[in-house]
């Protein structure tokens, strides 16, 4: 049976309230998963759900969290305090869109938090306030270099969005072959991977 868009909601809500999550917070994260999914990425959806709610009980994701923070000119630091990485990032995205519009500019840094989810969303609520909208993701070493078999930088993601009519621009991408979270959804359907997509530490083929 098909999953419905309500029903998907319904469960994943369940399962976050179970957490200990806000009904609010909830809401943010499951917007981020869903809205993932509605736009084929499942890498970056509800498969999400289970790494969080054991992140949770491990004391590694806070569900009440939204950060501390700290102005300086127009930049923004924030410490997410292990907050749940979407509802960090929405409020210092609101912060320095309210700043940007007097400002003409502002930045912000986001430290302490859990998975930001897809980008796109971050960069067109952005530029659907008539702002011009870049994100940047740091990672830990996924990614090995160009001829190399060890892994030394990240898959850092990238996204911009650009104010246009009748919709924003949106470009949101992996700066490695394919995201990390694509392998986990591959994992997790149990499909081989692509040719390319990963290389053996032992052997110089791909696979």
């Known amino acids: 049976m098909k999953t419905t868009y309500a029903h998907a909601h319904d469960v994943g809500s369940a399962a976050l309230a179970a957490a200990g999550v806000p009904a609010p917070h909830a809401e943010v994260q499951l917007d981020q998963w869903l809205e993932a999914e509605l ?21 590694l994701a806070t ?29 210092a995205l609101d912060l320095i ?20 989810g ?21 990672s830990e070493a996924l990614v090995h270099p160009w001829g190399g078999r060890i892994a030394m930088v990240g898959s850092n993601p990238v996204a911009v969005g650009v104010p246009s009519d009748p919709e924003p621009f949106v ?13 986990l959804d591959h994992a997790h359907r149990g499909v081989p991977l692509e040719p390319g997509w990963a290389v053996c530490a ?6």
């Not at 084929?40 to 709610?53: A, C, D, F, Y």
């Not at 569900?63 to 929405?90: C, F, Q, Y």
């Not at 897809?118 to 740091?138: I, K, N, Q, S, W």
């Open 202 to 207: 032992t052997s110089s083929e791909s696979g």
């Open 171 to 183: 470009f949101d991408m992996a700066t490695s072959a394919v995201s990390a979270g694509k392998i």
């Open 63 to 91: 569900p009440h969290a939204t950060g501390k923070v700290a102005w300086s000119d127009n930049v923004l630091t924030v410490d997410g305090e292990r907050g749940l990485g979407p509802v960090i990032a929405m409020r």
């Open 39 to 59: 736009r084929g990425q499942p890498s970056h959806g509800l498969l999400r759900l289970p790494r969080i709610v054991e992140r949770i009980h491990a004391g």
């Open 118 to 138: 897809m980008l796109a969303p971050y960069v067109e609520a952005g530029a659907r306030r008539g702002l011009m909208t870049m994100a940047l993701g740091t």
């Open 97 to 116: 869109c309210d700043r940007a519009q007097h400002a003409g500019i502002a930045l912000a840094a986001i430290s302490n938090s859990n998975h930001l």
